[in-house]
């Protein structure tokens, strides 16, 4: 049945936060048919199905609840966790691993797929299990008015003989979207996966995915910017050239995933599954750079009529003038041509040069009946070359690679090189220029877990035990920081992670079960959050320490013939959070690194979610959760000149504590009713409400340097330090489908309308900025924060799916 749902959601509503378009396989009697009679016989095996873990409300709710930012419980997406066959993965290469056959688990809070540490935001493990597939071959056509116009998918199982398994995938997307302008996607993934099984319980296994993409993207804006142009879709990231749309922010990614599996059962109680999987590639951010020259980006500050305050720039942006709201690409490249051969401006890529390897042993050993014990360990390495490549000089000839920001500075105008090794260098398109390192992680772990059946009462005990070291080594010396201070490898800083994790539950029935399960967890931080700025500075953050995590869970299950229920009363804790960030100070005047330190966050709610099944051919699904999201420590703030690494702040107070997390609705409720009809009939509509959003906070501007010496007046100081909080969102959504059956094979043809409503004011999301504004009534000078940053959600869209599997 849960495999089934999975199949049903996935076709019907899209997952927004991973490749955003609908999956194309439904069955619309797939969880009538395929739905198994609820058992009363009283025995173990009765009471370990209602023991399994499952995620209902994350089902329900995963694909459509309002389309907005949503951390789940509060949570930090980094604290999710998706692996396959033990090693974890990037979400590039879901498409592909549905498509080859692989069955999806997914996992909410605490809860954890046998073998698999806990993760606090919850798991999707995926596992290939080689079974005879009904239906070997798929093919699928697809049509959407979002990110993409067309796309198509085909995928082919076959047992060749001799204990051989092969299946090849193959997902394509192109074409731009109808809504938001710029905003296009051309990606191909293709799958491969090679399985042989060598006498009992011995197997062998090869995967291959190469999912090469290229994705125009949107960028946020001020209110302002949407509230002049009356486009709540308005994308500040493109421009006309010579009468075609182009997009300064593209999206170009080619990073293949090898893996290698084996499994062999060592004794009649004891295996080993052994995988090694390595991930390596290239990722590409483009966007524009300006060198002595004023910002193209149109929606900045300084060309808005709030800050220009003439009458003719807000009836250039009121009558929607590309010149004023769009970048103006031919005239960029006027620019140039008239700059004698040296760029003004140029499009740059940022570059991502990735080579991560892994490494997992587990053993498995069934003590006796009821007892099995998990054991094993895991090798990883990160390595992340990141670099500026110059991908179109505008019709310029080349750039000089120096430090454009200190050439007005009377102090450092002499310290101008980039690469000191190769001073005064010329770059021209396809070099690499502006800064060069590498950022690496090494790291191993050990686990031990014991999982304890009975027919009523199960426990789990699981530890793991980490090493991590985290190191920058520089390649370009840049003469601001020489020496060692930039170039070569930096102090290596040392972690010591660590999970422990405790679970027991007891199943008052057969149909009745309840669980409790606790966890105390440190993960070493990201490696670019240790360096105050890792693009040419060896510095690290003071005193590094691993991010801690405490989380707690009370989960209730009840099946039965009428009503499925699950609910989940959470609470989770971390506490030494790190982010660092480098930005332009406008109360020091000058480019500054950021540091914050001990960033603590408190989420604790419920979960709740049912389905009922009104009659053989009627289903209601109703879920809901409510929480409290907050900043319960004030952190601490340091900032550094960049020029120099001069103290500008340090270990400054900020009043987060109280502060909600942003991308967090607090209030979530679904209502979804479906009808399997007759002779392949089927429909299906719910209506889903986000409820008590707000943007996302920023510590600086809550330090007493900017909101104590800024806002001198009750009203500015208050302008620092309030959160502004997002509306409410709703969303309605439909969908008709129509299944043929030919035989062993079926055609089914689906079209879903998403926002029926049409609703165009629904905030996907926001920040507040980091940038202050000077305001001069006089002779006084007075400074205010920026308005917030954001993005709206798609209006009215459609998904038209036929897919034909035999």
Same mark, same amino acid.
């Given at each position: ?9 996935? !076709?019907?509503?899209?997952? &927004? #936060?991973?490749?955003?378009? =609908? %999956? /194309?396989?439904?069955?619309?009697? +797939? ?117 993409? !116009?067309?796309?198509?998918? &085909? #995928?082919?199982?076959?047992? =060749? %003989? /001799?204990?051989?398994?092969?299946? +090849? ?84 990614e080619t990073v293949p995933l090898a893996l290698a599996a084996y499994a062999v059962p060592l004794s009649a109680s004891t295996s080993l599954a052994a995988t090694l999987a390595a991930e390596a590639g290239v990722a590409k951010y483009s966007m524009l750079d300006w060198y002595d020259a004023r910002t193209p980006m149109p929606d900045n500050y300084r060309y808005l009529p709030s800050y220009t305050g003439d009458r003719e720039t807000e009836q250039a ?69 990141s670099y500026k490549q110059m991908r179109d000089l505008l019709g310029a000839g080349y750039v000089t690679d120096i430090d454009r920001f200190l050439i007005d500075d009377d102090t450092y105008s002499n310290l101008l090189q980039n690469d000191l090794r190769h001073p005064g260098r010329t770059v021209r398109e396809g070099d690499r220029f502006g800064y060069d390192y590498a950022l690496t992680l090494r790291g191993a772990a050990l686990r031990l877990q ?357």
């Amino acid at each position: 049945m849960l495999k089934s749902c999975c199949a049903l959601l996935f !076709l019907l509503f899209p997952c &927004a #936060a991973a490749a955003q378009y =609908p %999956g /194309d396989e439904y069955y619309p009697y +797939a969880e009538r048919e395929e739905r198994r009679e609820l058992l009363t016989t009283d025995s173990t095996l009765f009471y370990r199905a209602v023991q399994s873990p499952s995620d209902l409300y994350g089902l329900r709710t995963g694909f459509n609840l309002p389309q907005v930012a949503l951390r789940r419980r509060g949570l930090d997406y980094t604290l999710e966790r998706t692996s396959l066959m033990g090693v974890a993965v990037s979400y590039r290469y879901l498409a592909a691993l549905r498509l080859l056959g692989a069955e999806e688990q997914r996992y909410a809070g605490l809860a954890a797929a046998p073998g698999e540490p806990a993760a606090a935001g919850g798991m999707r493990a995926f596992r290939f299990s080689d079974g005879e597939p009904l239906q070997p071959f798929l093919a699928s056509v697809r049509f959407t008015d979002r990110n993409y !116009l067309v796309g198509a998918k &085909a #995928a082919v199982s076959a047992s =060749p %003989g /001799d204990g051989w398994r092969i299946s +090849a995938a193959l997902d394509a997307r192109s074409g731009r979207d109808m809504h938001v302008e710029g905003v296009f996607t051309n990606a191909v993934t293709a799958g491969l996966r090679l399985a042989r099984r060598f006498g009992e319980g011995h197997e062998l296994s090869v995967l291959c995915i190469v999912p090469p993409s290229v994705r125009g993207t949107r960028l946020s804006s001020s209110e302002e910017a949407f509230m002049l142009t009356g486009d709540r879709l308005y994308n500040p990231a493109w421009g006309w050239q010579d009468g075609r749309v182009r997009n300064s922010r593209v999206r170009r990614e080619t990073v293949p995933l090898a893996l290698a599996a084996y499994a062999v059962p060592l004794s009649a109680s004891t295996s080993l599954a052994a995988t090694l999987a390595a991930e390596a590639g290239v990722a590409k951010y483009s966007m524009l750079d300006w060198y002595d020259a004023r910002t193209p980006m149109p929606d900045n500050y300084r060309y808005l009529p709030s800050y220009t305050g003439d009458r003719e720039t807000e009836q250039a942006w009121l009558a929607r003038d590309p010149r004023c709201t769009q970048i103006d690409w031919d005239e960029l490249i006027r620019q140039n041509r008239m700059a004698g051969g040296h760029a003004v401006y140029a499009l740059e890529d940022r570059v991502e040069r990735l080579c991560n390897l892994a490494f997992d042993a587990s053993f498995a050993t069934e003590a006796d009946a009821r007892l099995t014990l998990r054991y094993g360990v895991s090798l990883r390495r990160e390595n992340t070359r990141s670099y500026k490549q110059m991908r179109d000089l505008l019709g310029a000839g080349y750039v000089t690679d120096i430090d454009r920001f200190l050439i007005d500075d009377d102090t450092y105008s002499n310290l101008l090189q980039n690469d000191l090794r190769h001073p005064g260098r010329t770059v021209r398109e396809g070099d690499r220029f502006g800064y060069d390192y590498a950022l690496t992680l090494r790291g191993a772990a050990l686990r031990l877990q014991a999982d304890y059946r009975s027919d009523r009462f199960r426990a789990d005990l699981s530890v793991v035990l980490g090493s991590d070291a985290v190191s920058r080594r520089g390649y370009y010396e840049k003469e601001l920081f020489p020496g060692g201070q930039s170039y070569g490898p930096s102090r290596v800083m040392r972690f010591t992670p660590y999970t422990l994790k405790v679970a027991a539950g007891w199943a008052f029935t057969p149909r009745r079960y309840i669980e409790i399960a606790a966890a105390a967890a440190a993960r070493t931080p990201r490696a670019g959050d240790l360096f105050f700025q890792p693009l040419y500075n060896n510095r690290t953050v003071d005193n590094p320490v691993p991010e801690r995590i405490y989380a707690a869970e009370l989960n209730c299950r009840l099946t039965g013939p009428v009503v499925d229920f699950q609910a989940a009363f959470f609470a989770a804790m971390t506490l030494d959070g790190i982010e660092t960030r480098t930005y332009y100070d406008d109360m020091a005047s000058v480019y500054c690194d950021m540091a914050v330190t001990g960033v603590g966050r408190m989420s604790c709610g419920a979960e709740a979610a049912a389905d009922i099944r009104l009659s053989y051919r009627w289903l209601l699904s109703l879920a809901a959760s409510a929480g409290c999201y907050e900043y319960i420590r004030d952190p601490r703030v340091t900032v550094l000149s960049d020029v120099d690494n001069s103290a500008v702040d340090v270990q400054a107070v900020s009043r987060m504590g109280g502060c909600e997390t942003g991308g967090a609705p607090q209030l979530t409720a679904l209502a979804e009713i479906a009808w399997f009809g007759p002779k392949g009939w089927g429909c299906r509509a719910s209506a889903g409400y986000a409820g008590r959003r707000y943007v996302e906070p920023m510590p600086l501007r809550r330090t007493d340097r900017i909101a104590g010496q800024g806002g001198i007046t009750r009203e500015f100081f208050d302008a620092f330090t309030r959160q502004e909080r997002l509306p409410d969102a709703f969303t309605l959504d439909a969908a008709l489908f129509k299944s043929f059956r030919f035989e062993r094979s079926r055609l089914t043809a689906s079209l879903m309308l998403r926002n029926l409503t049409g609703e165009a004011d629904t905030v996907y999301g926001g920040y507040e900025s980091l940038r202050v504004r000077r305001i001069r009534p006089g002779d006084d000078t007075l400074y205010a924060p920026h308005a917030s940053r954001c993005t709206y959600a798609w209006p009215r869209s459609f998904y038209l799916t036929i897919s034909y599997r035999f």
